[in-house]
T-cell receptor, first 116, second 116 residues
Framework: DVKVTQSSRYLVKRTGEKVFLECVQD?????MFWYRQDPGLGLRLIYF???????EKGDIPEGYSVSREKKERFSLILESASTNQTSMYLC???????????????FGEGSRLTVL | AQSVTQLGSHVSVSEGALVLLRCNYS??????LFWYVQYPNQGLQLLLK??????LVKGINGFEAEFKKSETSFHLTKPSAHMSDAAEYFC??????????????FGQGTILTVHP
């Protein structure tokens, strides 16, 4: 089975702190994604990466950065956390469509971040 | 740009009744379409996907969806609801081309409640 593992299920941080959210996948996927989930807004794409050291902005990149030093690992960084970044963060991965399939995403279980 | 609209943020049915969750999309190219389910405190799990083969797609747990190009719709149905179907459901459309392969745009989500 495909497994996408997010390092922390629940985090509580203070305003201004630097926050790292880690994600690891074990299926050799080229693509990795970070989404933010808020009630009534669905999932919104923050950043994605289609290869090591490559990244592209999604729909809401402000206040976030990412790092992909290894194929299996994709990190989301909040340089200075703010209360409006309190949310559920979901990591996902997939093959490139040319190689395999239709773009189906495989998700981790999510990291619920609270910023006080 | 592609987008997805889910009609109804909350749907409530009785156990054994028909489930109908509505999804409309906009896309400038033939889309790939997905339905995902999210149980409480979990990540998203793929229910089914449309990939330009059969227009009626069968998924897991007795769900199915029909792609109707003329209506730009991809509604999710299940003939008889079960208590275990209570969850949040997301419709998503896949982007095409280049490094955007695998990037999904999600709807706002529909919370399904099943009453005994």
């Amino acid at each position: 089975d495909v497994k996408v593992t997010q390092s922390s299920r629940y985090l509580v941080k203070r305003t201004g702190e630097k926050v790292f959210l880690e994600c690891v996948q074990d299926m050799d996927h080229e693509n990795m994604f970070w989404y933010r989930q808020d009630p009534g807004l669905g999932l919104r794409l923050i950043y994605f990466s289609y290869d090591v050291k490559m990244k592209e902005k999604g729909d809401i990149p402000e206040g976030y950065s990412v790092s992909r030093e290894k194929k299996e690992r994709f990190s989301l960084i909040l340089e200075s956390a703010s209360t409006n970044q309190t949310s559920m963060y979901l990591c996902a991965s997939s093959f490139r469509r040319q190689r395999a399939n239709t773009g189906e995403l495989f998700f981790g279980e999510g990291s619920r971040l609270t910023v006080l | 740009a592609q987008s997805v609209t889910q009609l109804g943020s909350h749907v409530s049915v009785s156990e054994g009744a028909l489930v109908l969750l509505r999804c409309n999309y906009s896309s400038s190219v033939p889309p790939y379409l997905f339905w995902y389910v999210q149980y409480p405190n979990q990540g998203l799990q793929l229910l089914l996907k449309y990939t330009s083969a059969a227009t009626l797609v069968k998924g897991i747990n007795g769900f199915e969806a029909e792609f109707k190009k003329s209506e730009t719709s991809f509604h999710l149905t299940k003939p008889s609801a079960h208590m275990s179907d209570a969850a949040e459901y997301f419709c998503a459309v896949s982007h095409a081309g280049g490094t955007s392969y695998g990037k999904l745009t999600f709807g706002q989500g529909t919370i399904l409640t099943v009453h005994p």
